[in-house]
């Protein structure tokens, strides 16, 4: 019957010290691990968790299936950690099945399995996943080194250290099995078919020697293991633990909405300034980084050369966390510095790095410059494709609001961002009295003229932009068109607008945000409107997902949805429009796409209408931001390439013949990029609400 002597080779000394290893390694991952909870836990209060359930399961998915790791663009990345992941777990297993037969199955029940069947299944098991393991080590080695992704271009000597010991053993266990196998002339070595072609090539070799490399190789096979376990706590494979943690307690309530200070009169205190000022979840994501770069390959401040790096940012201040706890930080110390990728200077040779930071740095300053945190669009492609559903941006935010609100410190053009807003209900400098003063000649009427609002069927909320820029204007006529086309009784609130207040609350203003949403909720309460259309996707997740915190719940739809949901239903007859010299490409506003997951919405109007479109490399979740949102529109782009041009350049590349959007922000940074680039006479701008309107 096939077995093996439990053992072989391996003196009754060797055996007490491994025990002895294996209590320092749980020792040294429960202090590693208890040390980190404790960190966190100096974070203000967060709490209750709500959806327990749902939370496992989701942190679960992750951890096991890796439901977030395989995805479109990453499945080679995906296999490659699964087959690490589940190796490594596997071999462990089958290491702790081992124990139980020789330490407590034989000895105290006088009872033996690992033998026969279940032996030879288990060898079969184990060679397989010894391969994939190895597999996958081999290809992390080859993304990380050979491949020359930008992302990777400096990597971390963590890295190294860790795919070294992982490598190691992998290597070492297939060795010790293929020398025993030789040493012992084992019959049943076909089983163990990973080693058995190596243990062939070994058979010549005098027994002796096998046994002599045997017990080198054990010795340095239990060290590296000891080594790994007691390194996981204090490196990047500390993901293995807090990777989870993050997603079990990511935030659940209004997904896209920022988090409200709530009773805001009665603060003293604003965002964050220090660690401290985090709560406690929010800590867990500094720690839960696993270093894969995903959330740099949509980044429009990283792909345009611009100081912000998500992954660098929180690399750099879980170090900070875990130094100023008087944890070792392990490399993660030194800045990444990824300098000169897609040919950007992204950051000098001399960038001060966390080792050179003394342990009294500030956190805004010293450890993350204002100039990143004012570069954020909050376009939310980090977050999106973060395996471990770290939120950068919530994080970025909370750092903003201190600035803004207690230390008065923001970029110049926010100034009068903030005096238009207050003063206005605008960002610019028009009189509010002017905001619908486009909509006469649109035939577009005011609330206040209506004499019964209830009878209407929508309240179309126009935003700042298409009530007051000229070229935004025309879009909100050609919705006006298509919703009288469609038989739609609508009214605008008109000047009884005022901005949502989404670039106020973006730039870290939340006070000036709840002022503004307070008005603007009070107004549309006054109307009890049945539904509300947004032609801006900033003030659409704004209306939809952010007011219901201060108490203003209301049905709201962006134009895209409404216009599809009126094509459908029949009320809205479009011919299609004459497609002249090619098809428009499509580009998805982040607001609408990855903040709400209005996706198809825009591309049915889009094939309804024009018969097609041009999909852009970079599209859906995975698309490339304008570069307007988190207020950036207000402010000059100082720092890099612009981020525009960026997504033009991409457009331009392929057959399209312009790009549709459905946000006049987009519409706004577009037409700009055309003509810094000199292509307006070849390449359109328009909204889909315009093209739509163009076939009536
Ligand atoms: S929100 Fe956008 S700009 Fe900001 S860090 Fe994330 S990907 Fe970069
Ligand atoms: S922040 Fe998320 S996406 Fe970015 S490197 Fe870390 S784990 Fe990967």
């Known amino acids: 019957m096939p077995t093996r002597q439990i053992g072989w080779n ?5 055996f007490a010290a491994m025990y002895l290893l294996v209590a320092v390694q749980a020792l040294v991952l429960a202090y590693g691990f208890t040390r980190r909870y404790v960190t966190w836990r100096r974070g203000r209060p967060y709490g209750p968790i709500d959806q327990v359930g749902e939370r496992l399961r989701q942190a679960l998915a992750v951890a096991f299936v890796h439901r977030r790791l395989i995805r479109p663009g990453y499945v080679y990345a995906g296999l490659m950690h699964l087959f690490i992941f589940w190796g490594f777990v596997v ?68 890295d190294a250290i860790v795919l070294g010991i ?17 040493a012992t002339r084992d019959e049943a070595a076909p089983i163990h078919w990973v080693a058995y072609p190596l243990s062939l090539a070994l058979n010549g070799v005098d027994p002796s020697i096998l046994a002599g490399a045997h017990a080198v190789t054990w010795w340095s096979h239990m060290l590296a293991n000891t080594a790994l376990l007691v390194y996981i706590p204090v490196s990047k494979l500390a993901h293995i633990v807090t990777g989870p943690t993050n997603v079990f307690l990511r935030a659940t309530d209004a997904r896209a909405a920022l988090p409200l200070i709530a009773n805001i009169e009665e603060q003293e205190h604003f965002g964050v300034a220090k660690l401290d000022d985090f709560n406690w979840k929010q800590l867990v994501n500094f720690d839960a980084c696993m270093r894969c770069g995903r959330c740099l390959d949509f980044c429009p401040t990283f792909n345009t050369g611009k100081p912000l790096k998500p992954r660098q940012l929180i690399v750099e201040v879980g170090a900070y966390m875990n130094r100023r706890a008087g944890l070792f930080a392990g490399p993660a110390g030194p800045r990444i510095n990824e300098a000169g990728v897609r040919g950007s200077e992204l950051t000098s040779p001399d960038e001060p ?38 939120e950068h941006v919530p994080l970025i935010v909370e750092m903003r609001r201190n600035l803004v609100l207690e230390q008065s410190r923001f970029p110049q053009e926010l100034v009068l961002l903030f005096n238009n807003l207050e003063r206005n209900g605008n960002p610019y ?7 619908a003063d486009w909509a006469g000649a649109a035939g577009v009427q005011e609330l206040s003229g209506v004499a019964d609002p209830s009878e209407l069927e929508v309240i179309y909320w126009v935003g700042c932009m298409s009530s007051f820029d000229a070229r935004n204007q025309r879009v909100a006529t050609a919705l006006a068109k298509i919703l009288t086309a469609a038989g739609v009784k609508f009214a605008i609130l008109g000047k009884e607008e005022s901005c949502s207040g989404d670039p106020a609350r973006r730039a870290g203003n939340e006070y000036l945000y709840q002022i503004l ?58 011919a299609p429009v004459a497609v002249r010299d090619g098809r428009m490409a499509y580009h998805d506003p982040c607001y609408l796409g990855r903040y709400n997951q209005v996706y198809d919405a825009p591309r049915e109007v889009m094939n309804r209408v024009e018969g097609g479109f041009v999909e852009l490399p970079r599209c859906r979740d995975r698309g490339f931001c304008c570069g307007a949102g988190g207020a950036r529109a207000f402010m000059e782009e100082k720092r890099g390439t612009r981020i525009s041009h960026n997504r033009l350049n991409e457009a331009i590349g392929t057959e399209a013949s312009g790009v549709a959007v459905a946000c006049p922000f987009c519409v706004t940074m577009f037409e700009d990029g055309v003509r810094a680039l000199n292509v307006e006479e070849r390449f359109a701008v328009r909204d889909i609400a315009e093209i739509v309107a163009d076939g009536l």
């Open 429 to 435: 400098s028009f009189p509010a009295s002017s905001r």
């Open 10 to 14: 391996v003196s009754e000394v060797a």
């Open 517 to 574: 949403a307070q008005t603007n909720i009070e107004r549309l309460n006054q109307y009890q409107p049945k539904r509300v259309v947004a032609s801006c996707p900033h003030c659409f997740n704004t209306l939809k997902n952010e007011y219901p915190q201060l108490g203003g719940t209301f049905e709201v739809v962006h134009h895209s949805q409404l216009i599809q949901e009126l094509i459908d239903s029949g009320r809205l007859r479009v």
């Open 353 to 390: 790095s966390l080792a050179q930071v003394p342990l009294a740095a500030e956190l805004i300053g010293d450890v993350v410059s204002e100039d990143e945190l004012w570069d954020c669009t909050t376009c939310r492609a980090c977050m999106e494709q973060c395996p471990v559903r770290i």
């Open 91 to 158: 071999l462990f297993i089958g290491t702790l099945i081992v124990l139980l037969e020789a330490d407590i199955a034989r000895p105290y029940f006088g009872f033996s399995f690992y033998q026969g069947a279940f032996y030879v299944v288990y060898k079969l098991v184990i060679n397989l996943f010894g391969l994939l393991f190895l597999i996958g080590l081999l290809m992390a080695v080859y993304r990380r080194y050979l491949q020359k992704l930008p992302k990777f271009r400096r990597s971390l000597s963590d």
């Open 166 to 182: 992982l490598l190691f053993l992998g290597l070492t266990g297939f060795l010790l099995e293929a020398l025993r196998l030789s």
